[in-house]
């Protein structure tokens, strides 16, 4: 049974930074791609960064060139590093993992505040 635990979320202040964690567990199929997506309340879930396992990455338009998606294949493990956060980031993150075989899993969700 594959298992998604994220971690690193919390409350920021604007212009702050947080790192997310999300590692992946309980197979041994090689994971594709790995990415982070959120959702703010009253809003759909909507793609942050997506990397493969070849390095190349994918981002959305509201976080380039402030966060960085990166990933460690041997720990099955991607991270967020999210920089110059405002409060229009503030949602839950949702940890995703695509195997070449066994599909597509979810994490639980970890929620990022950006308030003063």
């Known amino acids: 049974q594959v298992q998604l635990v994220e971690s690193g979320g919390g409350l920021v202040q604007p212009g702050g930074s947080l790192k997310l964690s999300c590692t992946a567990s309980?197979?041994?199929?090689?994971?594709?791609?790995m990415g982070w997506y959120r959702q703010a309340p009253g809003k759909q879930r909507e793609l942050v960064a997506t990397?493969?396992?070849?390095?190349?990455?994918n981002y959305s338009d509201n976080v380039r060139g402030r966060f960085t998606i990166s990933r460690d294949n041997f720990k099955d493990t991607v991270y967020l590093q999210m920089s110059s956060l405002k409060p229009e980031d503030t949602a839950v993150y949702y940890c995703?993992?695509?195997?070449?075989?066994?599909?597509?899993?979810w994490g639980q969700g970890t929620q990022v505040t950006v308030s003063s």
């Open positions: 995703n993992v695509q195997y070449y075989t066994i599909g597509g899993y």
């Open positions: 309980g197979s041994s199929y090689t994971i594709y791609v």
């Open positions: 990397i493969t396992r070849g390095g190349r990455l």
